[in-house]
């Protein structure tokens, strides 16, 4: 198993910016996912991209995955004050559990 | 579907008590996650299930904790005796199919050891 690191630890950006959080990996994997935590609440799953495929849309979301550079990017579009939360990523490795990582707190002001 | 449910929502115990937390993962789902999360330690994976089966419980604490997976539609996570490092939100998640497929978590379990 191993474990996401994203990047930043923290973001804070105005309403109807754009948000990118990066997170980086150490081995070889199957797939990624982004998850979403609102303050007090269980993970959401956002977008699962697997190896072969290098980007991925849905709705104000983006994510890229550069397994060369094992690396992905989550690009928020026109972010909205409902977008405050903290992301993580996951990758997957055959087999391997989950393991999450610090995540990226994303702060959104009015 | 009403999702991954858990109970309780809150807990406050003393410590030494016994504690239960309780899971319902979503049917038809074969796999069932413990994770702990606290400020300090971020999200840890506590135990997994695979059809009911303990497949890792290297991120059990210790012997106070232990879990059970007594059919595809319950599972719980005791913890006897309780201390105040135990103190955390406790979450379960369920999935079909691999072991790194996707994710759907209940609400958490708040438990507070005094």
């Known amino acids: 198993s191993q474990q996401g690191e994203e990047d930043p630890q923290a973001l804070s950006i105005q309403e109807g910016e754009n948000a990118t959080m990066n997170c980086s990996y150490k081995t070889s994997i199957n797939n990624l996912q982004w998850y979403r935590q609102n303050s007090g609440r269980g993970l959401v799953h956002l977008i699962l991209i697997r190896s072969n495929e290098r980007e991925k849309h849905s709705g104000r979301l983006r994510v890229t995955l550069d397994t060369s550079k094992k690396s992905s990017s989550l690009l928020i579009t026109a972010s909205r004050a409902a977008d405050t939360a903290s992301y993580f990523c996951?990758?997957?490795?055959?087999?391997?559990?989950?393991?999450f990582g610090s995540g990226t707190r994303l702060s959104i002001r009015p | 579907d009403a999702g991954v449910i858990q109970s309780p929502r809150h807990e406050v115990t003393e410590m030494g008590q016994e504690v239960t937390l309780r899971c319902k993962p979503i049917?038809?789902?074969?796999?069932l996650f413990w994770y702990r999360q606290t400020m300090m330690r971020g999200l840890e994976l506590l135990i997994y299930?695979?059809?009911?089966?303990?497949?890792?419980d290297s991120g059990m604490p210790e012997d106070r904790f232990s879990a059970k997976m007594p059919n595809a539609s319950f599972s719980t996570l005791k913890i006897q005796p309780s201390e105040p490092r135990d103190s955390a939100v406790y979450f379960c998640?369920?999935?079909?199919?691999?072991?790194?497929?996707?994710?759907?978590f209940g609400s958490g379990t708040q438990l507070s050891v005094l």
């Open positions: 998640a369920s999935s079909y199919g691999s072991v790194n497929e996707k994710l759907f």
């Open positions: 049917s038809g789902h074969n796999s």
């Open positions: 996951a990758p997957g490795a055959s087999a391997s559990k989950i393991i």
């Open positions: 299930f695979n059809n009911n089966v303990p497949i890792d």
